[in-house]
Antibody
């Protein structure tokens, strides 16, 4: 069974940093592209970042470009999101999701809440 | 960036109704269009990928169609568990934008 478990969320002050992790199991992690998607309280889904299976291709939403860094460690079956210079508007539940056919995301974690507030 | 516009933003319907949700892309995205269902407090669930392909385990009352810029999600006969928020997403080119969502409520 595919499992994705996010961790690392919490309360951080504006301008601070946080690193999210996503532990994958139940599938060959190294063969799959991965995404981070977030959802602010009461709002819709916002795609954040993508990384290919070999880390050769990486993309970001304009809203996080230059502040967030996606990475992965295929030996540890783990995906990461380093978030720097955090802003109030980065407050959201952050989901990791697998890449599927035609760029879809068939498997999602339960989410990790990041709250940016002073 | 490609903008995705869903309509309507909200919809009231009854059990057994046929419901259609529309998603329009600001430029052609071929068939790189996915549909997700989300219930409160839960992660999104993939329903349809590549515009018309039913994800494994998803009931056949869900269907998708379209190509280019115009797409639809149809639920043929609403069931109580279908009341949720639905999102389209383009996976043609990064940033892989979502529509704003359509909240489907019980009439």
């Amino acid at each position: 069974e595919v499992q994705l478990v996010e961790s690392g969320g919490g309360l951080v002050q504006p301008g601070g940093s946080l690193r999210l992790s996503c532990a994958a199991s139940g599938f060959t992690f190294s063969s799959y592209n991965m995404n981070w998607v977030r959802q602010a309280p009461g709002k819709g889904l916002e795609w954040v970042s993508y990384i290919s299976s070999s880390s050769s291709a990486i993309y970001y939403a304009d809203s996080v470009k230059g502040r967030f860094t996606i990475s992965r460690d295929n030996a540890k079956n783990s995906l990461y999101l380093q978030m720097n210079s955090l802003r109030d508007e980065d407050t959201a539940v952050y989901y990791c999701a697998t890449g599927g056919g035609y760029g879809s995301s068939p498997n999602w974690g339960q989410g990790s809440l990041v709250t940016v507030s002073s | 960036d490609i903008q995705m516009t869903q309509s309507p933003s909200s919809l009231s319907a009854s059990v057994g109704d046929r419901v259609t949700i529309t998603c329009r892309a600001s430029q052609s995205i071929s068939i790189f269009l996915n549909w997700y269902q989300q219930k409160p407090g839960k992660a999104p669930k993939l329903l349809i990928y590549a515009a018309s392909n039913l994800q494994s385990g998803v009931p056949s009352r869900f269907s998708g169609s379209g190509s280019g810029t115009d797409f639809t999600l149809t639920i043929s006969s609403l069931q109580p568990e279908d009341f949720a928020t639905y999102y389209c997403q383009q996976s043609y080119s990064a940033p892989y934008t979502f529509g704003q969502g359509t909240k489907l409520e019980i009439k």
